[in-house]
């Protein structure tokens, strides 16, 4: 058989509705070995003691990744979960913005200068 015994995706021959029961922990947690200049300043998974910059990072890592979550870290990961919703939205919207911008200074340069030279 040709492939990875470890791809769980379903193919196009499975029925639909009937996922296979994912490994979250090998998903995101990747067996690199990591360095760490600053100790102070890392921000560790009580789980799997992955280390993260932040600790938005860590409580969204906790709650994508480990399933068993006391209240606290459940209530951390959904209000960071909601803050990387609003910082994704903004981002969404700065694009937006800028497309636009892009966009109609391309028109109106577009038409100043056909305007000018005939
Ligand atoms: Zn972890």
Redesign the pocket.
């Given at each position: 058989m040709i492939g990875n015994e470890e791809d769980a995706r379903p193919g196009p021959d499975d029925p639909p509705g009937e996922r296979p029961p994912v490994d979250r922990?090998a998903r995101?947690?990747p067996d690199v070995e990591v360095d760490v200049d600053d100790e102070a300043a890392v921000h560790r998974?009580?789980?799997?003691?992955?280390p993260f910059r932040a600790e938005r990072q860590r409580d969204l890592?906790?709650g994508e990744?480990?399933d068993d979550l006391a209240d606290d870290e459940r209530a951390a990961y959904e209000a960071a979960a909601e803050a990387e919703d609003d910082d994704l939205f903004f981002f969404h919207m700065k694009v937006v913005i800028t497309l636009g911008v892009l966009y109609s200074s391309t028109v109106l340069l577009y038409t100043a200068i056909v305007g000018f030279t005939g």
């Open positions: 922990t995101s947690t998974c009580p789980r799997c003691d992955r890592h906790l990744s480990h």
